[in-house]
């Protein structure tokens, strides 16, 4: 294939888009974990924001594609009707059975493997759509983007914190050993994957951008759960580098989707996510997440006295693990309008 270097820039969106999206959002989710270590009499009000303007809302963000418009919602009726009433009456057995520690449990690792996918498939987005290729084997390539984190989450599985979030966690029982052994693979492979890149990057078939992407990918994993000890700071980290990146990406879709003006069949999602009113898309999404938290806190309020489960809970974590399987199945890029309003086809 011919040099990047020598062709015009090809841009996810846009030059101040993609380096936005790039280099801001993983220095962001670095910068908030820095003020929450450095200054831990606010860790609460950190984290309480980081839920409140990234996390419920990165959720929502899932339902722009499913229930803004009739036509979406006829398309996925599997996934809005029986798909939610399977995951709550999971999620409510779950606590039945281990109690919080149980679904804490859940999320911990559930968690991991979803950000993990999710920054596979927007590194395959970014090389399809650039034509920028890593350099060696495809297969080693792809061994090493799951080693490194793999690696790292057996890494905080070997050390002895079992409280994540105020709760306690189930870890895998992994010796110390083994994990040390495990992150030393994972390095040497990194270091190979490194050396080739630089390569690519001399000789032009690896965008620069695209390189820097895969970097993040890697040091965000190694800050958050090897650099950083406790389990909930290193969270508190990768957590806002996935829901800020979720955020920009999906409006990144609907912007294309709907380039060439509002249609009548999605018309409020078509309108707001039209060129230049993205703060007007930003606070519909805020403000249908505050009408959804807010009623499920309030419902919680109301049956606290009704119910020995704590159906906020059951409806949080509901909402998380819907979510989780909503996106592996929505955002494929195998799919044709999703490589279609992506344009990498």
């Known amino acids: ?178 994990a040390l052994a495990s992150l030393a693979a994972a390095l040497c492979c990194l270091a190979w994957w490194l050396a080739a890149q630089l390569r690519a990057l001399r000789d032009g078939t690896l965008g620069r951008l695209h390189f820097a992407y895969l970097c993040s990918h890697y040091l965000i994993y190694l800050v958050s759960y090897v650099a950083i000890h406790d389990i909930t700071s290193g969270w508190l980290i990768i957590n806002v580098w996935h829901n800020a990146q979720y955020i920009a990406f999906v409006w990144l879709f609907n912007s294309n989707q709907f380039k060439g003006g509002v249609t009548p069949e999605q018309r409020v999602l078509s309108w707001l996510s039209q060129e230049g009113r993205w703060p007007l898309y930003l606070m519909a999404c805020l403000a249908l997440t505050g009408v959804v938290y807010r009623s499920i806190d309030m419902s919680n309020a109301y049956f606290a006295n009704y119910t020995l489960v704590p159906l906020v809970v059951i409806a949080y974590q509901g909402i998380n693990f819907h979510h989780y399987i909503v996106d592996s199945i929505i955002w494929k890029l195998r799919k044709r309008d999703v490589q279609s309003a992506l344009k990498i086809v």
């Open 1 to 178: 294939m011919p040099a990047i270097a020598a062709t015009a820039p090809i841009y996810m969106r846009s030059r101040r888009f993609d380096r936005l999206f790039v280099l801001g959002i993983p220095l962001l989710a670095l910068a908030v974990g820095a003020l929450a270590l450095g200054f831990p009499q606010y860790f609460v009000l950190i984290i309480s924001l980081d839920l409140a303007l990234l996390g419920y809302h990165h959720v929502i963000s899932t339902y722009t594609r499913l229930l803004f418009d009739l036509k979406s919602a006829r398309q996925h009726w599997a996934l809005l009707l029986p798909l939610p009433v399977a995951v709550f009456a999971g999620v409510y057995l779950l606590i039945v059975w281990g109690g919080l520690a149980a679904v804490a449990t859940l999320y911990m690792h559930w968690q991991w493997y979803h950000y993990t996918r999710q920054s596979e498939g927007i590194n395959k987005a970014y090389g399809m759509k650039t034509r920028s290729v890593q350099a060696g084997n495809a297969g080693f390539n792809r061994v090493t983007f799951y080693l490194v984190p793999a690696a790292a989450f057996l890494m905080m599985s070997a050390r002895p914190d079992a409280t994540f979030l105020s709760m306690e966690v189930w870890k895998l029982p992994v010796p110390q050993w083994l």
